[in-house]
């Protein structure tokens, strides 16, 4: 998988659920994430970040400071922000944008998990599908 598959992966997921979603690439605003969301009037961007193996020590997601300063000031400014890590094909797990900056300094794996607002283990299933829908709607 790679992140562009994770993004059709969760925009296919996401739309039979009535969410709509947006991919943007935006050369201009700097650390501007990839997807917009927006659902019964609430809406958000999600940072996608797709990482081929857990990583073995710190966890090392790519995600860049702009895209970090850019997700907590959003927060800070009353959007919704969130960053949406796929490892493999074994985890998909979702944090605050508000924790972006912790995100970025490369925490531990106990801290990243304790981070997590949703996660599933594997494939994501439909009642999963359900329970992300309403995490990043505030349902």
Same mark, same amino acid.
Do not use: S
């Given at each position: 998988m790679t992140e562009k598959n994770f993004w059709t992966y969760i925009r296919s997921?996401?739309?039979? !659920?009535? #969410?709509?979603?947006? !991919? #943007? *690439?935006?050369?201009v605003a700097v650390g501007m994430p990839d997807v917009h969301y927006i659902h019964e009037g609430v809406s958000g961007w999600i940072e996608l970040k797709f990482m081929n193996d857990w990583p073995k020590k710190r966890m090392t997601t790519g995600l860049m400071q702009t895209q970090a300063m850019w997700l907590e000031a959003y927060h800070l400014n009353g959007g919704n922000s969130w =960053? =949406? $890590?796929?490892?493999?094909? *074994? $985890?998909?797990g979702l944090i605050h944008g508000r924790d972006a900056m912790r995100i970025y300094d490369r925490p531990s794996k106990a801290t990243f998990m304790s981070l997590l607002k949703w996660y599933a283990v594997g494939n994501i299933k439909g009642e999963e599908w359900d329970n992300l829908k309403n995490t990043i709607c505030g349902l």
């Open positions: 997921n996401l739309v039979v !659920r009535g #969410v709509q979603t947006y !991919r #943007v *690439e935006n050369k =960053m =949406m $890590f796929r490892i493999a094909r *074994e $985890f998909t």
